[in-house]
Antibody, heavy 121, light 107 residues
Framework: QGQLVQSGPEVKKPGASVKVSCKASDYTFTTYGISWVRQAPGQGLEWMGWISGFNGNTNYAQKVQVRVTMTTDTSTNTAYMELRSLRSDDTAVYYC??????????????WGQGTMVTVSS | EIVMTQSPPTLSVSPGERVTLSCRASQSVGSNLAWYQQKLGQAPRLLIYGASTRATGIPARFSGSRSGTEFTLTITSLQSEDFAVYYCQQYNNWPGTFGQGTKVEIK
């Protein structure tokens, strides 16, 4: 019950920005939130932040707080994650996952397929 | 932030064996603990939430338990499709933090 479909792979130069989309279907978007999680090559999972599908409230990880913006478009049931001032260590697969509509969290029961973001000069 | 510590980093097991994976939280997270399975090239899949409740469609050979801040994922009679990396995650507090993972590999 429910699906998240993410945008395709991206290749960016250091200092650029990337915006990844996550389109929800088969559930009521505004009754859940979306968390973004990334995974560098061969590494573990790192939570980046959360956005409420109801009111757009956000909570960002301290590590990326100044460079990330998460938004939603409830008319298309889509969440977005924009990361600015990209560095090589931002190279990772970025996942969206269904989360709590408020906070702090629920278990992430639905995940997108992941979007590979490569940062390279 | 709460630190989640998983052990061991790698488990080498034979199909049919029983497997026990451990996860310890640096402070109380109540029962707000999830386990995920991740196969190579795939997104994580929720196995267990609330420390011991199987997610929809998860086989009964997967079970979770809690003792204080110590959590265990048990897989009885490991199947070939169970070879993967397993992550625990606490979702009691911001930020939701993951353990570093336990890789279950074929012996």
């Amino acid at each position: 019950q429910g699906q998240l479909v993410q945008s395709g792979p991206e290749v960016k130069k250091p200092g650029a920005s990337v915006k990844v989309s996550c389109k929800a279907s088969d559930y009521t978007f505004t009754t859940y939130g979306i968390s973004w999680v990334r995974q560098a090559p061969g590494q573990g999972l790192e939570w980046m932040g959360w956005i409420s599908g109801f009111n757009g409230n956000t909570n960002y990880a301290q590590k990326v707080q100044v460079r990330v913006t998460m938004t939603t478009d409830t008319s298309t049931n889509t969440a977005y994650m924009e990361l600015r001032s990209l560095r090589s260590d931002d190279t990772a697969v970025y996942y969206c996952a269904r989360d709590s509509v408020t906070g702090p969290h629920n278990a992430f029961d639905i995940w997108g397929q992941g979007t590979m973001v490569t940062v390279s000069s | 932030e709460i630190v989640m510590t998983q052990s061991p980093p790698t488990l080498s097991v034979s199909p049919g064996e029983r497997v026990t994976l451990s996860c310890r939280a640096s402070q109380s997270v109540g029962s707000n603990l999830a386990w995920y399975q991740q196969k190579l090239g795939q997104a994580p899949r929720l196995l267990i939430y609330g420390a011991s409740t199987r997610a929809t469609g998860i086989p009964a050979r997967f079970s979770g338990s809690r003792s204080g801040t110590e959590f265990t994922l048990t897989i009885t009679s490991l199947q070939s499709e169970d070879f993967a990396v397993y992550y625990c995650q606490q979702y009691n507090n911001w930020p939701g933090t993951f353990g570093q993972g336990t890789k279950v590999e074929i012996k």
